[in-house]
């Protein structure tokens, strides 16, 4: 995922369907109740796909939900379920330090590469607004 260019740009959409992106790298929470809540999805090869939550923690949660605009993790209790993505699963074994910008900047397996299947999609919560 290194190399993806850093510029980023808010694509006009409804809030609810809202995608960031850097270069070509773009992101989505997906089937949440608000834009800042639902299940992670990344855009490659065409494709929207999931994330699988082998090894994500709260380094990963804290770069995606910076990288979407919806400021901080949002503790839950119990596991948050907005239903299995479909089609690829896109990352595993995600590695975020928790001070990138991008989850591009993060180590992680190759595309498409994984041990997963849908219902270990990554999801997230996030407090919804950001501090600049």
Do not use: Q
Request: aromatic share 8%; net charge negative.
């Amino acid at each position: 995922m290194r190399g993806v260019g850093r510029e980023w740009e808010r694509l006009t959409l409804p809030p609810d369907l809202r995608v960031f992106h850097a270069g070509l790298f773009r992101v989505r929470l997906a089937d949440g109740p608000n834009r800042c809540a639902g299940r992670l999805e990344v855009w490659h090869a065409g494709h929207w796909g999931t994330v699988c939550d082998d090894n994500w923690d709260l380094r990963d949660a804290t770069v995606a939900c910076w990288e979407l605009g919806c400021g901080k993790v949002r503790p839950r209790v119990g596991k948050t379920h907005y239903g299995p993505g479909t089609g690829p699963i896109w990352l595993d074994d995600m590695g975020c330090k928790g001070s990138e910008a991008s989850l591009s900047d993060c180590p992680s397996g190759e595309w498409g590469k994984h041990n997963c299947d849908h219902e270990e999609d990554v999801v997230l919560t996030c407090t919804g607004t950001r501090a600049w």
